[in-house]
């Protein structure tokens, strides 16, 4: 079963033989948000894996889970495996906020088959703690919402979702339910009852998937998992009322500005209203009392607004997917903009936004989810994205160009690229592509082209998604448009994150054969101009990377070019022409040499690639016969 990850590398490869050229949306290889969590929560005596208790009492009922805590595991307390990804960005219109996404890789983000694209078979599984159900008088059911793709990768029909029940009489797992692989859909509920054969003082029961086992894909999306006595079919009614995002920006046009560019014009910068979106999944009108606060300093400070200043309260009627607007209700509070002028001369600023709603004494079964915290970022970058990639993003060919709009609002010097790769099934760091700014596009007017001795490729980052691209020169702007991307200068696809809870879109262009195009799919892409010299808000985005030392000799060379590192890594090294065709590549563990007898006479570059972290170091070259 081949996803459209490997069909797009096929067109790639086979574009010289006629296919078009154009835009491209593709499956991440990884999920390095759960890898950069992995190797934190695993590293110290303190980690998630060493503090998760060995033997705990039995659960009882109710079961509830709908997975809206901000952990990227399943809470500890309810379930025995870590396998699935707790999000709030691959669901589409949840049930409540938060879900367990299924895809095709293990607890630390990677796939569970990368050597085998074609690999199939059991992937994620999600197994409940055991649960004491010895003193049911009544009737006992297990419900749960399922989606199948969400915004992610659809599981064809040979993948599927299954619940097995442990029966306990003989060890054994007893499939009860499955559902086969489809495009994407609304939430839908599945009801099943719990026979006396399985009701114990150990039950237990897991969801499992069916998948590609090489990739982040054949997603499925699980929300609300809710086990009781006293149950029937037709008691499919959640007591509970939800938010069913935590995406909330104070920002009109962007999700994050340069904190000296925004206070220049503060008020007209802020969104006029903050779309605050919840649901009632009972079958009765709620009357719901809502507020939202911000707070200074990432939550840590004082309160600087607080809306309503009263007490409100709406009637929110129960959700239908046949009226849902009458479900899903939007508040559209106005933010009160004078207060937002900068309370310190800080560079940076960070304001927690906090949505929290009660019910006025009425019963909710799930209060985790009437609270949600977000976070608005002010540092020295623009960016329309969320931070989230759920897929990605790249144009074909040789000398395709990739532009993302802005519109700069203050004179001030653009340093640097943040750009997230995301890496796919083969790794494309060895790829080349140089740096561009444009101040249009239609004409074409190229303010700022990276020189060919300093172009570079994709770096995937250890610790978090994005990474910073310097410029050669910085590049002083002043306000108006722009547009930020690249040239590419070989061949293979690059894949850019594409945050999909976000379209702005009509900010992406592509020129892939000489004329500028509009990006074909909804979404965001994940590259921001970075301005100025001062620290961004979350320092964990830029990694160190160790300047090192190579001599190249002799330069110019007629047979034999010979290099010296000043270290003892391990690095691949490649003859490179202006064209970015690699023509020769040979490795620093066999020799500390290149034979270019067969090279042609002219100006090249040698590609010093380090094979630990993937950083690379170009040094141009003359070869004379």
Known sequence: MYRLLYISI???????????????????????????????????????????????????????????????????????????????????????????????????????????PTSYGPADTLTSMPIDVTTVLD???????????????????????RLEFFRKRDSSWVRVWGTPGMPNQPFELAMLAVDTSFQNDEFQFRFINWATLSGNVDHWNLDYVYLDESRNYLDTALNDVSFVTDNFNMLDEFSAMPWSHYITDSLNFMAPAMDVIYKNNHNATYPVFYKYEV???????????????????????????????????????TFINDFYFPPNSNQTEVFQIKNYFDLNSI????????????????????????????????????????????????????????????????????????????????????????????????????????????LDVPLYLTPGTYYIGWEKITEEFLNVGWDANNDNSSKVHFNAVGVWETANFPGSLMLRPVFGNYPDPISSIDEVIKDINITVYPNPANSTIYFDIDNNDSYTIKLIDLNGKTLLFESSNITNSLNVSMISSGIYFMRFTNNTNQQSTFKKVVISK
């Open 10 to 116: 096929i067109l790639i490869l086979t574009t010289s033989l006629g296919f078009a050229q154009g835009d491209t949306l593709l499956e991440l290889g990884i999920n390095n948000k759960l890898k950069s969590f992995y190797n934190t929560e695993t590293s110290g005596s303190n980690s998630y894996y060493k503090s998760r208790p060995q033997n705990k009492a039995l659960l009882t009922l109710p079961f509830i889970d709908d997975f809206s805590q901000q952990h990227l595991y399943p809470n500890q307390s309810l379930w025995q495996d870590i396998n699935v990804h707790v999000n709030s960005s691959f669901a589409d219109n949840p049930v409540t906020y938060g879900v367990a996404t299924f895809d095709g890789l293990d607890s630390t983000g990677t796939p569970y088959d990368f050597a085998n």
């Open 139 to 161: 009737s006992l059911f297990l419900s749960f919402y399922y989606q199948p793709q969400g915004l992610g990768n659809k599981p064809e029909t040979k993948d599927s979702l």
């Open 295 to 333: 707070i200074d300093n990432g939550g840590a400070g004082s309160i600087i607004e607080t809306y309503p200043a009263t007490t409100s309260s709406k009637n929110v009627a129960p959700y239908s997917v046949l009226i849902e607007p009458q479900a899903v209700y939007d508040i559209n509070p």
């Open 363 to 470: 019963s909710d079964d799930h209060v985790k989810n009437d609270t949600v915290y977000s976070y608005q970022l002010f540092g020295s970058y623009y960016a329309y994205d969320d931070g989230s990639a759920e897929l990605g993003y790249g144009v074909q060919g040789i000398g395709s160009k990739l532009a993302h709009e802005f519109d700069i609002k203050k004179a001030d010097t653009l340093t640097n690229f943040q750009i997230y790769f995301s890496p796919i099934m083969n790794n494309l760091s060895a790829q080349s592509f140089r740096l561009k700014v444009w101040s249009s596009i239609s004409p074409d007017v190229e303010i700022y082209s990276q020189p060919v001795t300093q172009f570079t490729g994709p770096i995937y980052s250890n610790k978090d998604e994005f990474l910073n691209y310097p």
